[in-house]
C-alpha cells in the first residue's frame, strides 16, 4: 500500500504563487511516478502534471506549463507542485495520485491517491 497526503493549499492573490507538496509513504513508493489532477467546482477531475520515478521526466498540461512546475525529492518522499502566476481559473481541489510503472495523463493510469487540497485563486 502506498499512503499520499497532500498539504500547501490555501487562498492566495491572482498573480502569486502556492507551492503544494504530496508526502508519500509505503512499500516502494520512491519507484513511483507521481502527477497532479485538479477538479473544479462544476467540472471534470483534469490532469496538471507529471513526473517519472527518478524525476527525469515531467509531462504538463497547457493551461499550467510554464507556469507550473513539478519536482520531487525521493530522499524525503515527497513531490511538489510549484504553482506561479495563478489565475483565478486555478481554482480546484488539487490532487496527488502514484503510479507504479507510468507518468501518463489519465486518471485510471494511477493506482493510489490522496485527499486533496483546497487551492483558491481570489481577484
Known amino acids: 500500500q502506498v499512503q499520499l497526503v497532500e498539504s500547501g493549499g490555501g487562498l492566495v492573490q491572482a498573480g502569486g504563487s502556492l507551492r503544494l507538496s504530496c508526502a508519500a509513504s509505503?512499500?516502494?513508493?520512491?519507484?513511483?511516478?507521481m502527477g497532479w489532477f485538479r477538479q473544479a467546482p462544476g467540472k471534470e477531475r483534469e490532469f496538471v502534471g507529471s513526473?517519472?520515478?527518478?524525476?527525469?521526466?515531467?509531462n504538463y498540461a497547457d493551461p499550467v506549463r510554464g507556469r507550473f512546475t513539478i519536482s520531487r525529492d525521493n530522499a524525503k518522499n515527497t513531490v511538489y507542485l510549484q504553482m506561479n502566476s495563478l489565475r483565478l481559473e486555478d481554482t480546484a481541489v488539487y490532487y496527488c495520485?502514484?503510479?507504479?510503472?507510468?507518468?501518463?495523463?489519465?486518471?485510471?493510469?494511477?493506482?493510489?491517491w490522496g485527499q486533496g487540497t483546497q487551492v483558491t485563486v481570489s481577484s
Open positions: 495520485a502514484a503510479a507504479l510503472t507510468s507518468f501518463g495523463t489519465s486518471a485510471d493510469e494511477y493506482d493510489y
Open positions: 509505503g512499500r516502494t513508493s520512491s519507484s513511483y511516478a
Open positions: 513526473i517519472s520515478a527518478r524525476g527525469r521526466y515531467t
